[in-house]
């Protein structure tokens, strides 16, 4: 089965860098995508391809993978980006999820 | 406007069925590939299906295979989940998302429509 493994939670100061990893067995062939949900909205793109950002998604967002783990970046970290994210990746039979990480600013 | 519109959750029983909607407008429906992913209660997001553009490639998670259907109208631009023998852990958020294509991701999803299975 593909699985994606992210930690529960991660916690940055504001104006500080927070990073989320994403490990998979199978993402060494991907190119995976980020996804972050505010409370009580829906899942909004802010990466693809591995390290693209979408037009909107400010720049302090970036993503990179190294071997079998993805890592998304979030550099200068505000208030509003308190959320969680998922990682996302697929293959010819299924599409998966991570199991989320929920990002605090303190 | 480019924008997604689920629709059809409600509370449903036990080993009941349920069909939910998605409506899109402001693209070229036909162009896409559609997901459905939902979300329980206080949990992650989770895959349920996908179908391509001109619906003759569908592909479901396990944990619905065989109970769940996924089909689209491209002429009314609709998306459907027809669900049958729901259970209680089928509660959850349903979105609808449309798929750019190879590893451009989910780029627009819907508001989703909650369903709940109780008795």
């Known amino acids: 089965s593909y699985e994606l493994t992210q930690p529960p939670s991660v916690s940055v100061s504001p104006g500080q860098t927070a990073s989320i990893t994403c490990s998979g067995d199978?993402?060494?062939?991907?190119?995976p995508c980020w996804y972050q949900q505010r409370p009580g909205q829906s899942p909004v793109l802010v990466i693809y391809?591995?390290?693209q950002r979408p037009s909107g998604i400010p720049e302090r967002f970036s993503g990179s993978k190294s071997g079998n783990t993805a890592t998304l970046t979030i550099s200068g970290t505000q208030a509003m980006d308190e959320a969680d994210y998922y990682c996302?990746?697929?293959?010819?039979?299924?599409?998966?999820f991570g199991t989320g990480t929920k990002v605090t600013v303190l | 406007e480019v924008q997604l519109v689920e629709s059809g959750g409600e509370l449903v029983q036990p080993g009941g069925s349920l069909r939910l909607s998605c409506a899109a407008s402001?693209?070229?429906?036909?162009?896409?590939?559609m997901h459905w992913v939902r979300q329980a209660p206080g949990k992650g997001l989770v895959w349920v299906s996908r179908?391509?553009?001109?619906?003759?490639?569908?592909t479901y998670a396990d944990s619905v295979k065989g109970r769940f259907t996924n089909s689209r109208d491209n002429a009314k631009k609709t998306l459907f989940l027809q669900m049958t023998s729901l259970r209680a852990e089928d509660t959850a958020v349903y979105y609808c998302?449309?798929?750019?294509?190879?590893?451009?991701?989910?780029?627009?999803w819907g508001q989703g429509t909650t369903v709940t299975v109780s008795s």
């Open positions: 996302q990746a697929w293959d010819s039979s299924t599409e998966v």
């Open positions: 199978k993402l060494g062939d991907a190119y």
């Open positions: 998302a449309r798929d750019v294509g190879g590893w451009y991701g989910m780029d627009v």
């Open positions: 179908i391509n553009n001109d619906g003759s490639s569908i």
């Open positions: 402001g693209f070229t429906f036909s162009a896409y590939w």
């Open positions: 391809q591995g390290s």
